[in-house]
């Protein structure tokens, strides 16, 4: 069982930026594919960004070059630093873990990302 609990969102100005933490409980968080969602109002979720547990990171197309996924498996910690952000960034934020091997998937509970312009 993990619980992941995300800090970070807030109301920033276009242009601005924002740091995302995810922090995780449990064990064999290092094992654990780590991603950021967002959900648009009235809009379906969609991936925003991954990293594997090799470091390896994919990007949607539309923060590629504003958004950076890290982790620190020793804090098990996710984070995304968004930077240059857009009113189109406007949503709920929520941190995924996921462990195919095992069938495992757990969500966080979201923060709000305001983007005014």
């Known amino acids: 069982q993990v619980q992941l609990v995300e800090s970070g969102g807030g109301l920033v100005q276009a242009g601005g930026s924002l740091r995302l933490s995810c922090a995780a409980s449990?064990?064999?968080?290092?094992?654990?594919?780590m991603g950021w969602y967002r959900q648009a109002p009235g809009k379906q979720r969609e991936l925003a960004a991954v990293i594997t547990s090799g470091g390896s990171t994919v990007y949607v197309d539309s923060v590629k070059g504003r958004f950076t996924i890290s982790r620190d498996n020793a804090k098990k910690t996710v984070y995304l630093q968004m930077n240059s952000l857009k009113p189109e960034d406007t949503g709920v934020y929520y941190c995924n873990a996921r462990l195919d091997a095992r069938q495992y998937n757990y969500w966080g509970q979201g923060t709000q990302v305001t983007v005014s312009s």
């Open positions: 449990g064990r064999l968080f290092s094992t654990y594919a």
